[in-house]
């Protein structure tokens, strides 16, 4: 399953979890019949709704697209310090390499 079925099928349960909610008015009971419905655990669609929430604006907490911007940054930093640290063993090799050449 690709990551963007996965995310229509989270969007579905969220949106069935509503549904469920506006109709009967149960508010505890709705998440856990909709994971076994969809055959999912109750606290991986109860965290899709709480993150749904999130994103709509409905409750304080960090937005998955601030979360997927995170992600990016740490990974832009990750492979920015690595470059680094390859351009500093470069600088240190040929460093070494010429003061043995002005030795000679």
């Known amino acids: 399953m690709c990551s963007s079925d996965l995310a229509e099928e989270k969007a579905s349960a969220v949106r069935m979890v509503r549904s469920l909610q506006a109709e009967t008015g149960m508010t ?6 909709v994971a076994l419905q969809l055959g999912y655990g109750v606290e991986s669609v109860r965290s899709w709704v709480k993150q749904a929430d999130v994103d709509a604006g409905a409750a304080p907490g960090v937005t998955s697209a601030e979360s997927a911007r995170t992600r990016e940054l740490e990974q832009e930093n990750r492979e920015l310090r690595r470059a680094n640290e390859i ?8 460093g070494a390499e010429l003061d043995r050449q002005q030795r000679r």
């Open 28 to 33: 505890h009971g709705a998440v856990k019949r």
């Open 87 to 94: 351009l500093r063993r470069a600088a240190t090799f040929f």
